[in-house]
């Protein structure tokens, strides 16, 4: 029992075979019938169907193999079963659809409930499909009719086309998809005739009309064993519908009804279009089964794929895919949209961290964002290069991630980015390129640095040790062996050491440099004394941090500086001690443990540490 209208939110399998006894009870619509004060019954018997109407309800019922269970039903509700007129077309439309309504040359899909007008609307657009196979009838159709002539027209003015398909009862009860509930031929011919006849009839009032091409539904089966019924059948079927002004149509498998119909005698009287299942995922019409000369003049249609879920626009469904070569100088598949890729990415990336890169696809024309479309996305080049693939969703916009990044550092500090849309049935292929910053890090330590140009006693050491300027955008570590000490008169150190340490994910570099102990005696001035002398500065995108730790005398004395950076302590004559110097850099940080300078260009630096991060924005 089902009570009221269907939604239009249905999950419904792509087929559906066989009919059970049932009742559909929903309010009747405006009509002659409704407003008569008497109820009324009408039964279609090759649907094995009552429908009636009393008191602003309308109720369908359907039988399967108990057809008198349904007529008691509605006896125990004062229907006139009993008296039940043989249903007519009912009312036709005001006009009927265009001679080419099953005529196209291209994809279509079909599927046991069709789909509500604004999901074929979504499709239509979106979806490389152009023609859809709706259910008119027969005992065997497990939705039922689910279109109606105003349906019909809406979607026909939108540019779908038909493929209209009936279906009678089968050659076994286990036929194809049936699973032991089909309705079985028991009488081929005049039961062959009395399908025709009723498939007409709803023909008729879907709008269809005269030399339309309707399809009979034959499920697989096995062949010879029910060839002997089954030809007959659809003969009768299509001898018939020739009469009533119709073309003949029939769907089976490749493998049962098709090669019985080429091996039939001379004098058979073939359908006029075949519609031949063979899920191999192949769009075309030709098969090695069917020669040539058979139904070679736009006379196929070949479903190559069921059962399948597909989503266009946002809209899933369930449905059977097909192509369809029916009718000449037709309606041609939709044409192919132009389109275009942006790249939406990000404009930096870090090696050792997760990229989400992204690419919006929209219609070249107009700008409409185009879904459910596969994009690549790609950061690098060659053998180098990283990519994945994403989904574009109802903007248009596809995204995946990249899970570390892996990249050169190159002298621009660039990746190349790429986004790709092959195309498929419905647009055109589309690609983006960009160039993203590739973050960085820098870093420099050494342990002493002397420039004292004093008469006489000149000194000048270039940083010891040094590791020199490092520019990296990986993770990795340079340090020069320490050297044991340096001696020049005016100044001695001792074990002197630097090292900078990178890292990845995010990207960060630390740089140390250490003296154990110095000493400078500048004439004229009091001796500095230094011991446990280290520097440290350390850099990352996200902040650049520094100290120093030593111990310092000045003339034998101890003079406490705290953590507080760059502490000035006056040496007299103009000679100035900095100890903790700090000084902010472009993206970073310079710490010198001690710097001294001093009247007549001396300059002197113990343990010097620098470190930076790039292109952080």
């Given at each position: 029992m089902y009570l009221g209208e269907a939604g239009s939110r249905q999950d419904c399998p792509a087929k559906a075979f066989g009919r059970a006894e049932a009742l559909h009870v929903r309010p009747a619509p405006a009509g002659p019938d409704t407003a008569a004060s008497q109820a009324r019954v009408t039964e279609n018997r090759a649907a094995h169907t009552y429908r009636a109407t009393a008191r602003g309800i309308a109720v369908t019922a359907s039988y399967g193999g108990d057809r008198e269970l349904i007529r008691r039903v509605l006896r125990s509700a004062s229907l006139p079963v009993d008296t039940a007129r043989a249903e007519t077309a009912g009312t036709r439309p005001l006009a009927a659809l265009p001679a080419d309504a099953t005529s196209f040359q291209g994809k279509g899909f079909d599927r046991c409930a069709a789909p509500p007008s604004g999901q074929m609307?979504?499709?239509?657009?979106?979806?490389?499909?152009?023609?859809?196979?709706?259910?008119?009838?027969?005992?065997?159709?497990?939705?039922?009719v689910t279109v109606d002539a105003a349906w019909m027209q809406a979607q026909y003015d939108k540019g779908w086309r038909y493929f209209p398909i009936y279906v009678g009862p089968q050659a076994s009860h286990d036929a194809g998809s049936c699973d032991e509930d089909c309705e079985v031929i028991t009488d081929p011919v005049p039961e062959g005739a009395a399908a025709a006849r009723d498939a007409v009839a709803q023909a008729n009032a879907l709008g269809l009309p005269a030399g339309s091409v309707l399809y009979y539904n034959m499920e697989a089966y096995a062949s010879p064993t029910h060839t002997g019924k089954v030809l007959p059948f659809i003969q009768s079927w299509t001898s018939t519908l020739h009469g009533l002004g119709y073309r003949s149509g029939v769907y089976g498998s490749l493998m049962s009804l098709i090669i019985d119909l080429v091996a039939a005698?001379?004098?058979?009287?073939?359908?006029?279009?075949?519609?031949?299942?063979?899920?191999?995922?192949?769009?075309?019409?030709?098969?090695?089964?069917?020669?040539?000369?058979?139904?070679?003049?736009?006379?196929?249609i070949k479903q190559y794929s069921g059962d399948i879920r597909e989503t266009h626009g946002g809209v899933t469904l369930d449905i059977d895919a097909n192509l369809l070569d029916v009718g000449e100088g037709v309606v041609q598949p939709p044409a192919k949209k132009d389109t275009s890729l942006a790249w939406s990415g990000p404009a930096t990336v870090s090696n050792g961290s997760p990229a989400a890169l992204a690419a919006t696809l929209t219609e070249k024309d107009g700008g409409a964002p185009v879904a459910d479309r596969e994009v690549s996305l790609s950061l690098g080049t060659g053998t180098g290069a990283q990519s994945c693939a994403g989904t574009t969703d109802a903007t248009g916009k596809a995204s995946c991630t990249v899970p570390s990044v892996n990249q050169p550092l190159n002298a621009d500090a660039t990746v190349p980015a790429a986004a790709t849309f092959a195309g498929d049935d419905a647009y055109k292929e589309s690609e983006a390129t960009a160039t993203v910053r590739l973050q960085y890090v820098s870093g420099r330590a050494?342990?002493?640095?002397?420039?004292?140009?004093?008469?006489?006693?000149?000194?000048?050491?270039?940083?010891t040790p040094d590791t020199g300027p490092v520019l990296t955008a990986g993770a990795g570590t340079k340090a020069p062996a320490c050297a044991s000490g340096v001696n020049a008169l005016i100044l001695s150190a001792d074990t002197l050491c630097a090292r900078v340490e990178t890292r990845t994910g995010?990207?960060?570099a630390t740089a140390t440099a250490s003296v154990e102990?110095?000493?400078?005696?500048?004439?004229?001035?009091?001796?500095?004394?230094?011991?446990?002398?280290?520097?440290?500065?350390?850099?990352?995108?996200?902040?650049?941090?520094?100290?120093?730790?030593?111990?310092?005398?000045?003339?034998?004395a101890p003079v406490r500086v705290g953590d507080v950076p760059n502490v000035t302590v006056d040496l007299g004559l103009g000679a100035k001690l900095v100890v903790n110097e700090q000084v902010r850099t472009a993206g970073g940080l310079t710490v010198n443990a001690v710097h001294l300078t001093a009247p007549g260009g001396i300059d002197v630096v113990v343990a010097s540490t620098t470190a930076a991060a790039h292109n952080c924005a």
């Open positions: 609307d979504t499709w239509r657009q979106s979806s490389p499909y152009g023609a859809v196979g709706v259910y008119i009838g027969g005992v065997n159709a497990g939705c039922g005698d001379e004098g058979y009287l073939q359908p006029d279009v075949i519609d031949f299942a063979k899920w191999d995922d192949e769009p075309t019409t030709q098969d090695p089964r069917i020669p040539a000369a058979m139904w070679a003049d736009h006379q196929r050494y342990g002493l640095k002397a420039d004292v140009p004093l008469l006489g006693l000149p000194v000048r050491i270039e940083p995010p990207g960060s102990e110095a000493r400078i005696g500048l004439p004229g001035l009091p001796v500095v004394g230094l011991s446990g002398v280290e520097a440290t500065s350390t850099a990352g995108c996200t902040a650049a941090t520094g100290g120093t730790k030593l111990t310092l005398t000045v003339a034998g």
